[in-house]
């Protein structure tokens, strides 16, 4: 049994320390890291001039009150409907998280074009550069390396 728990211990070591599971990890915390601060972006910087421009409306606080025992009841805030035991539908911060959403989609969209280009790039570098030749003497296709031809061993 403890024989079997290390030898569970070591493969789980040996696919701990792999390169791309070392690489997932920091990409989940870049991404953590990169989804405060589009969440900082929409809150912060979005979201007011939007709300100035619909008639200062602050879309954090757009809020419904469900009905507690058939009765209506207003409150100013979320925090203040929550705080007096209201059921709320924020759809206020709904919105703001669909923009988060649409916003990091975008820039993951723009960041894959972006390495999608680089690669065509570097394919079709790859493409120009010629990796044969021609014997000048019996004109057979050769490697561009070769001093020599294959077919007549005429030197290149």
Avoid at 4 to 15: L, P, V
Avoid at 70 to 89: M, R, S
Avoid at 104 to 111: D, E, G, S, T
Wanted: proline content about 4%.
């Amino acid at each position: 049994m403890l024989a079997r728990i290390k030898r569970y211990g070591d493969e789980f070591k040996t696919f701990a320390m792999r390169g791309n599971v070392i690489d997932m990890a920091v990409g989940i915390i870049i991404g953590a890291a990169f989804g405060k601060i589009v969440d900082s972006f929409v809150k912060d910087i979005i979201m007011p001039p939007l709300g100035w421009l619909m008639g200062r409306v602050d879309f954090s606080q757009l809020f419904w009150v469900l009905p507690l025992n058939g009765k209506f009841e207003h409150f100013d805030t979320i925090e203040a409907a929550q705080e007096a035991g209201a059921v709320t539908i924020n759809y206020g911060l709904f919105i703001n998280t669909i923009i988060s959403f649409l916003l990091v989609a975008l820039a993951v969209f723009l960041l894959i074009k972006g390495v999608n280009k680089l690669q065509a790039d570097k394919k079709k570098e790859e493409e120009a550069t010629p990796t044969t030749k021609e014997c000048p003497h019996c004109f057979s296709t050769i490697d561009i390396r070769a001093t020599k031809c294959p077919n007549c061993t005429s030197e290149v």
